[in-house]
């Protein structure tokens, strides 16, 4: 089982910046796509952001495209969610996820959730 630990949200003036790091313990790291998701009060989950094993392909929604950037260390065991220029419209819960293989954009691909961590931006 893949542990994922998000942590880095927080409440942010809009313009501002927020990195989200996810870490897990697992020593198949390297195996695994990972992804970010995000979920807005009463609105379904959506994709943020994903990555593949190696770090070479890199995946982003449409709303987030050139203010996110995802990134990842091997050998921390980490990924990464640097997010600029946040918007009252970024506000959500946001979810690290897993799964061994290439990087999809869709949620139902991904067996591994973190607890998620609430990322508020105040206009």
């Known amino acids: 089982q893949v542990q994922l630990v998000e942590s880095g949200g927080g409440l942010v003036q809009a313009g501002g910046s927020l990195r989200l790091s996810c870490t897990t313990d697992?020593?198949?790291?390297?195996?695994?796509?990972m992804g970010w998701f995000r979920q807005a009060p009463g609105k379904e989950r959506e994709f943020v952001a994903a990555i593949w094993p190696t770090g070479v392909n890199t995946y982003y929604a449409d709303s987030v495209k050139g203010r996110f950037t995802i990134s990842r260390d091997n050998a921390k065991n980490t990924v990464y969610l640097q997010m600029n220029t946040l918007k009252p419209d970024d506000t959500a819960v946001y979810y690290c996820?897993?799964?061994?293989?290439?990087?999809?954009?869709?949620?139902?691909?991904?067996?591994?959730w973190g607890q998620g961590t609430q990322v508020t931006v105040s206009s």
């Open positions: 697992g020593r198949t790291f390297s195996y695994y796509a």
């Open positions: 996820t897993a799964r061994p293989g290439v990087a999809t954009i869709r949620a139902e691909d991904y067996g591994h």
